[in-house]
């Protein structure tokens, strides 16, 4: 298993500008991944961030919106740009720790609100 | 594109009754996990199930995944209030490559 913290935990922005969501696993991973969860849904794989490799987007993201850094095996970032109201969402990190079944162990998640 | 469907949606029950919440799909999955989500906090890990038919028991919980792995199935007796929450089943496609959620139960034990 993995303990992973996120910072913040909520926050309320204004339209139009950006937020940066961090994630910080007590242990090395390979693979690490950013989850959207919109209220009362399940949740949608944003991107997948593996260390010394770019972020790989799902159909719907793009960089430039959701750019992610992956600096080393313990560390992530999601940046939710130029945001609105849309973007109002829970942010979920998560990892998965061995090779075998895809076991993902999450974040307790950032609640972001957009003004 | 694999899809996972899950039923029922919601779920409102008595502390002390049984129920089973049902992960359907028309795809094969290698490996299917079942999560549990409460407010605030992110998904927990509950079970994983890899062979066809096997059965995991978690104290009141038992979990089943079909003998054609396109479905499985969580059975939880005698609920308590603290097993409300999201129950999300997600699973691993049997290439490896694509990893996916269902919608959710979203269940309520009242007491």
């Known amino acids: ?115 | 594109t694999q899809l996972l469907e899950q039923s029922p949606q919601f779920l409102s029950i008595q502390e002390g009754e049984n129920l089973t919440v049902y992960c359907n799909s028309s795809s094969v999955f290698s490996s299917l996990q079942w999560y549990r989500q409460e407010p605030g906090e992110g998904p927990v890990l509950l079970v994983t199930v890899v062979t066809g038919g096997e059965v995991k028991k978690l104290k009141r919980l038992t979990f089943q995944f079909g003998d054609a792995r396109k479905d499985s199935s969580l059975h939880i007796t005698a609920a308590q209030p603290g097993d409300t929450g999201l129950y999300l089943c997600a699973g691993e496609d049997r290439y490896g490559q694509n990893f996916v959620f269902g919608p959710g139960t979203r269940l309520s034990v009242l007491p």
């Open chain 1, 1 to 115: 298993s993995a303990v992973i913290s996120q910072k913040p935990s909520r926050d309320i922005c204004q339209r139009g500008t950006s937020l940066t969501i961090q994630c910080q696993v007590d242990s090395q991973v390979t693979m690490m991944f950013w989850y959207r969860q919109q209220p009362g849904q399940s949740l949608t794989l944003i991107a997948t961030a593996n260390q010394g490799s770019e972020a790989t987007y799902e159909s719907g993201f793009v960089i430039d919106k959701f750019p992610i850094s992956r600096p080393n095996l313990t560390f992530s970032t999601l940046t939710v740009s130029n945001m609105s109201p849309e973007d109002s969402s829970i942010y979920l990190c998560s990892v998965q720790p061995g090779t075998g079944p895809y076991e993902q162990y999450f974040g307790p998640g950032t609640r972001l609100t957009v003004t």
